[in-house]
């Protein structure tokens, strides 16, 4: 007999006051006036009776860190009585939410952690964990995928590398009201500039509304996809809230499109999981003199660009990015850098035949397809900026052609194959093993 699936979710308000600097952006200036759309985070814990199964807790902020990981799986995990091993911390990427959160993610970047909105957000967080408990139910749990073109790309060549499949977890009470959705995609949240001032959740929380506008108000939670060299940039029309909307609306219809017209199978538990360990060494850098010269030279390049073009024209704003990829390598050379190995937590969480593969990066599209390519699951979500944050990691194509990523990453240009066997490894031991 196939264990029955529960249910525990909720969504809370975790938007800060104003006054705050919002994180994401090397060229902002100003702290935040105030919120167009509230900053969320969504709970979404699925288990049986006799398993605990995974607490999924998505958050619309530019990441979670090691500490900001190990600050809130505590405290959630202590709030429903399970191991914090069982708690998974996603960020949605959005460069609309505050730095406080993090603090400084990169030591080419700066940025101050605020314990005081660390300590709010996690009390709002804890307390809408500690509802969850009460409210577990039955569900049916049934898959969907599907594809849009019209929310991101490549955001160096319009044919580039890009995943362009959404997946959804759908999870409907036994009345077949809808309870939640969890449902991930692959593209920056960055629709709004550096001249943004506001909070708000850029794509994903539109998204999110405008799903409960067409679906009846079910939880959802979003899950940002291997996002690190895809954006809107080649496909919006603007950076305002009404291109949020427009992209959020693409996406949203399409979700709500696929959840009518396709015939899913029913999907039963329990809800597995495993956890693993990579070690990685840190990049050598190099010299000062030498980052000091690339930076000067991605400057001009950036200059002659934009005495071109025009501000946000795509030309501009990669040439802009490599100059700040050049600067943050020059204050890499000039300042104290991580050294020796990093150990980086990769999960599998697995539903029947559903993966969901978390990593702490900003993968590169075509590192995703290929772990997606080598899992044995019939269907691979692989998730990034999750359990903490270890910055960009690009394929070897964005390493020969020079990319910001390429600059700022910490990590030495043969580490995406290295995780890519690594994740195909797991998921596949994962499988293997049903305890």
Request: glycine content about 10%.
């Amino acid at each position: 007999m196939t264990a029955a699936l529960l249910l525990a979710a909720q969504d809370v308000r975790i938007t800060p006051g104003p006054g705050h600097p919002l994180g994401g952006y090397l060229a902002r200036h100003g702290v935040a006036t105030g919120t167009h759309d509230d900053l969320e985070a969504s709970l979404i814990w699925l288990s049986t009776e006799d398993d605990p199964g995974v607490l999924w807790v998505a958050l619309d902020a530019l990441a979670v860190d090691a500490g900001l990981t190990r600050t809130l799986a505590d405290a959630v995990a202590a709030a429903v009585g399970i191991d914090p091993a069982r708690v998974v911390l996603c960020a949605s990427h959005t460069h609309s939410g505050p730095e406080g959160w993090t603090g400084p993610l990169h030591p080419g970047l700066p940025g101050r952690r605020d314990a005081g909105l660390v300590g709010r957000m996690a009390e709002t967080v804890t307390g809408a964990a500690l509802r969850l408990r009460a409210c577990r139910g039955r569900v049916r749990a049934r898959w969907h995928a599907g594809t849009t073109e019209a929310v991101g790309g490549n955001r160096y060549r319009p044919d580039g590398p890009h995943d362009t499949s959404f997946g959804v977890l759908e999870l409907r009470r036994d009345d077949g009201s809808p309870a939640a959705l969890l449902f991930d995609y692959a593209s920056h949240p960055t629709v709004l500039g550096p001249d943004n001032l506001t909070w708000s959740a850029d794509w994903p929380g539109a998204t999110r509304r405008e799903l409960a506008a067409l679906i009846g108000q079910p939880v959802s939670a979003f899950l940002q996809g291997a996002a690190g060299d895809a954006s809107s940039r080649f496909v919006r029309r603007g950076r305002d809230h009404a291109e949020v909307r427009t992209l959020g609306g693409h996406l949203a219809t399409s979700i709500a499109r696929t959840l009518a017209e396709a015939s899913a199978g029913a999907e039963t538990g329990p809800v597995r999981m495993s956890r693993s360990a990579l070690h990685l060494p840190y990049r050598d850098v190099p010299s000062l003199e030498d980052s000091v010269e690339l930076r000067e030279t991605a400057e001009r390049e950036w200059q002659r660009e934009l005495a071109h073009h025009g501000e946000d024209h795509p030309a501009v704003r990669i040439a802009q990015t490599r100059y700040e990829g050049c600067a943050m390598l020059a204050s890499m050379a000039a300042t104290d850098r991580p050294t020796g190995c990093a150990e980086v937590p990769v999960s599998v969480v697995s539903l029947g035949e559903i993966a969901w593969l978390h990593t702490p990066f900003e993968l590169f599209a075509s590192l995703g397809l290929r772990i997606r390519r080598g899992s044995p699951f019939r269907h691979t979500r692989v998730i990034g900026y999750s359990d903490g944050y270890l910055g960009y990691l690009p394929d070897a194509e964005g390493h020969r052609n020079g990319v910001y990523e390429s600059y700022v990453t910490l990590f030495e240009p043969d580490a995406g194959d290295k995780l890519v066997e690594h994740c195909v490894k797991l998921l596949r031991t994962h499988q293997a093993d049903p305890t």
